[in-house]
């Protein structure tokens, strides 16, 4: 089966920055990419970054040049990690970690607070 576990988050203030982690295991095909979404209070779910195995990467274009995404391999495990600086108070949401196995639907992880206020 496969697990989705994040970590990292927290409360900070405006132009600090917060790193969140993400691992999956049990992807018994393997794994073609992971990423994060995010879900403002009251709004939808929207793309953050999405990041390939081969390392290729697209972000939302609110997180361009503050946000970089990277993607590691080990012991079974892929790890997706998003580093997050000059952050904003509009940056505030629930993060959610996603896989993309081979041959399986997309997994999601349970979600993580990230909230940026003074």
């Known amino acids: 089966q496969v697990q989705v576990v994040e970590s990292g988050g927290g409360s900070v203030q405006p132009g600090e920055s917060l790193r969140l982690s993400c691992t999956t295991s049990?992807?018994?095909?393997?794994?073609?990419?992971m990423g994060w979404s995010r879900q403002p209070p009251g709004k939808q779910r929207d793309l953050v970054a999405h990041?390939?195995?081969?390392?290729?990467?697209?972000?939302a274009d609110s997180v361009k040049g503050r946000f970089t995404i990277s993607i590691s391999r080990e012991n079974a495990k892929n790890t997706v990690s998003l580093q997050m600086n000059n952050l904003k108070s509009e940056d505030t949401a629930v993060y959610y970690c996603?896989?993309?196995?081979?041959?399986?639907?997309?997994?999601w992880g349970q979600g993580i607070q990230v909230t940026v206020s003074s």
């Open positions: 996603y896989v993309d196995p081979r041959l399986r639907p997309r997994a």
């Open positions: 049990g992807n018994k095909f393997g794994v073609q990419a």
């Open positions: 990041i390939n195995t081969d390392g290729s990467a697209n972000y």
